[in-house]
């Protein structure tokens, strides 16, 4: 079965430094991923997504990702993190089964943030 | 356009009894899904509906259900409240679900079991 990995559970960054958070996913021929963020007792909200061609995908609020194959992996990247970045991220797959995408998505446990003045 | 609106925002329920969440798609969307977030499970999958029908089901028992009506809204309902219930319920949208269909969530209902 596909799954999503967060190696990390809680990352504390200085405003204004640089952000990565890792993403690891298992199977997929042509993985859908996906990166949300869910701010205190909110919803969650896309960042971006990655479906095919450029492995290097930009999203909202100055996030980018890149795909990389060899290495299953989608990482989500800021190069200066603002306080208002403090939230939870989630990292996602879309559910293959056989060649098809069921649309169901597939979570990983998420990464919390936390921005230190 | 207005986004995945869920209602109520908060419920609390004691054991035994029953619960309907109800979500309302981004106009034009025609399918919609459910999660569950708890603090240990995380997010996990509870079903899907698309012009009406249940499309795709999560591991979840019989006591979860759900419907979508001919507009697209869709409700969920929970029989036999219990404890473990308690969670925050997400409503995704999306155009059909499927291939390069990103879901768009509500901002969800706390249920609360005592």
């Known amino acids: 079965a596909q799954s999503v990995t967060q190696p990390d559970i809680h990352i504390t960054v200085s405003e204004g430094a640089s952000l990565e958070l890792r993403c690891n996913y298992s199977?997929?021929?042509?993985?859908?991923l996906f990166w949300y963020v869910q701010s205190p007792g909110q919803g969650l909200q896309l960042l971006l997504k990655?479906?095919?061609?450029?492995?290097l995908v930009q999203g909202i609020k100055g996030f980018e990702a890149e795909f990389k194959r060899s290495q299953s992996s989608f990482n989500l990247r800021k190069p200066s993190v603002h306080w208002s970045d403090a939230a939870e991220y989630f990292c996602?797959?879309?559910?293959?089964?056989?060649?098809?995408?069921?649309?169901?998505?597939?979570f990983g446990q998420g990464t919390t943030l936390q921005v230190k003045p | 356009k207005a986004g995945v609106t869920q209602t109520p925002r908060y419920l609390i329920k004691t054991r035994g009894q029953q619960v309907t969440l109800s979500c309302s798609p981004i106009?034009?969307?025609?399918?919609v899904s459910w999660y569950q977030q708890t603090p240990g499970q995380g997010l996990q999958f509870l079903f899907e509906?698309?012009?009406?029908?249940?499309?795709n089901k999560g591991n979840f028992p019989g006591r979860f259900s759900g419907r979508q009506f001919s507009n697209s809204r869709s409700e969920m309902n929970v029989s036999t409240l219990e404890l473990g219930d308690s969670a925050l319920y997400l409503c995704?949208?999306?155009?059909?679900?499927?291939?390069?269909?990103?879901?768009?969530f509500g901002p969800g209902t706390r249920l609360t079991v005592l």
């Open positions: 995704a949208s999306s155009l059909a679900g499927r291939d390069h269909n990103e879901q768009f």
């Open positions: 199977y997929g021929a042509t993985p859908y």
């Open positions: 990655y479906f095919s061609g450029d492995t």
């Open positions: 996602a797959v879309g559910e293959e089964i056989g060649s098809s995408n069921t649309g169901k998505l597939i």
């Open positions: 106009s034009g969307h025609r399918s």
């Open positions: 509906y698309f012009s009406e029908t249940q499309r």
